[in-house]
């Protein structure tokens, strides 16, 4: 982005828009960080990437030849690695053969297991279509000017779609909430939970709740004191209570200090 101001810095005079639409653009966001106590430091992040990636661009367009082909080759070599990372580490997980690239994947998504599914074909597609058309740029040179920006686009895209569909149970078992539903779904279920059974919420943001209902179709209230209904679902971080008609243990994701516990009201 710096080196897209500097060689178009003789032209900012002339009030170019693609130049001052993108920079006004950074500037307000400065401004807004500088300014907001509330906003999130990766909202306030995401905010900045459209203009910078545009000023960005057009200093790319300025670099020269040399450069471009660093630019290249450190895609095609840096990208290529990625993947054949990441299908490594699969083949690891599948066979076991290197036990500490296996381990370390059962670390983070205990329980999960690779599977030979639609995720796996779109995987081995996008590897496919990457690997041929490195081989295509390794035997012909276009001149067009937006090949490096290209092959660094291309490359991450594959990186994304690689790992998604190669580790999306993994990915499922680790980051989703829908192992954490499922549980608590079983656990109201086990003790006589049905579809028009008032339940509470302590401490469970309107997203969780979200989560809650779209994952387990479990409508979660907050506006009724816990006496009025039978089940409450307790979400608490480190210091976790223990509490004496909690129905099962908690159910918590892996590597994060969140756990969520039912409990039950004793009818007198």
Avoid at 12 to 18: A, G, P, Q, V
Avoid at 192 to 221: E, K, N, W
Wanted: proline letters at 7%.
């Amino acid at each position: 982005m710096l080196w897209g101001l500097y060689t178009w810095r003789r032209h900012l005079r002339f009030k170019l828009t693609h130049l001052y639409v993108p920079l006004i653009l950074v500037v307000t966001g400065l401004f807004a960080t500088i300014f907001s106590s509330h906003q999130a430091a990766d909202s306030v992040f995401l905010t900045f990437l459209p203009p910078m990636a545009v000023l960005a661009a057009f200093g790319l367009v300025t670099v020269r030849r040399d450069q471009e082909n660093i630019l290249d080759w450190f895609s095609i070599s840096i990208f290529t690695l990625g993947v054949l990372t990441l299908w490594a580490y699969w083949f690891a997980w599948l066979t076991a053969f290197a036990p500490k690239m296996a381990r370390s994947l059962q670390m983070l998504a205990p329980g999960s297991t690779p599977s030979f599914d639609s995720g796996f074909a779109f995987a081995l597609t996008i590897s496919a279509f990457w690997l041929v058309f490195v081989g295509w740029r390794l035997t012909h040179r276009p001149v067009v000017i937006w090949r490096g920006p290209w092959l660094c686009a291309l490359g991450m895209t594959t990186i994304v779609s690689v790992s998604i569909g190669l580790y999306h149970n993994g990915i499922t078992q680790n980051r989703s909430y829908s192992p954490v539903v499922t549980a608590v779904s079983d656990i109201l279920n086990e003790h006589g939970y049905t579809p028009d059974t008032m339940i509470c919420g302590d401490s469970i943001p309107p997203a969780v709740q979200g989560l809650f209902l779209y994952y387990g179709h479990i409508r979660i209230v907050t506006s009724y004191p816990p006496e009025a209904c039978r089940f409450t679902i307790h979400r608490d971080r480190n210091d976790r209570i223990f509490r004496p008609d909690e129905l099962a243990p908690p159910v918590s994701r892996p590597h994060t200090d969140e756990s969520f516990t039912v409990t039950e009201r004793r009818r007198q």
